[in-house]
């Protein structure tokens, strides 16, 4: 089992920035695919950003380079740096980790384990 705790987000103005941060329960984090999906009220939960061990990284095309997936392994540690936020990008924010395939990293149905989520609100 691994337990996936977010903190982050909140409220801001549309052009602002937000940092999430994820905290995993288990020393073997650095073996998983750690990703963040959002989740808008009446739509379907959607990819945002993968990250494996070596640090490649994959994003929706909708992230337009404002947002920034890392990880820290020895800390067992994922963010999302989220830039020029618009007010599409509100949402309930989720991490999760996949002991899946790389090349798996977009599915949602991929993934194992999953944070409680975190509301991002942009205000225009």
């Known amino acids: 089992q691994v337990q996936l705790v977010q903190s982050g987000g909140g409220l801001v103005q549309a052009g602002g920035s937000l940092r999430l941060s994820c905290i995993a329960s288990?020393?073997?984090?650095?073996?998983?695919?750690m990703g963040w999906f959002r989740q808008a009220p009446g739509k379907e939960r959607e990819f945002v950003a993968a990250?494996?061990?070596?640090?490649?990284?994959k994003y929706a095309d909708s992230d337009e380079g404002r947002f920034t997936i890392s990880r820290d392994n020895a800390k067992s540690t994922l963010y999302l740096q989220m830039n020029n936020l618009k007010p599409d990008d509100t949402a309930v924010y989720y991490c999760?980790?996949?002991?899946?395939?790389?090349?798996?990293?977009?599915?949602?149905?991929?993934?194992?384990?999953w944070g409680q989520g975190t509301q991002v609100t942009v205000s225009s």
């Open positions: 288990r020393r073997t984090f650095g073996t998983y695919v």
């Open positions: 990250i494996n061990w070596p640090g490649d990284t």
């Open positions: 999760a980790a996949s002991a899946s395939a790389w090349s798996r990293a977009r599915n949602s149905a991929q993934y194992d384990y």
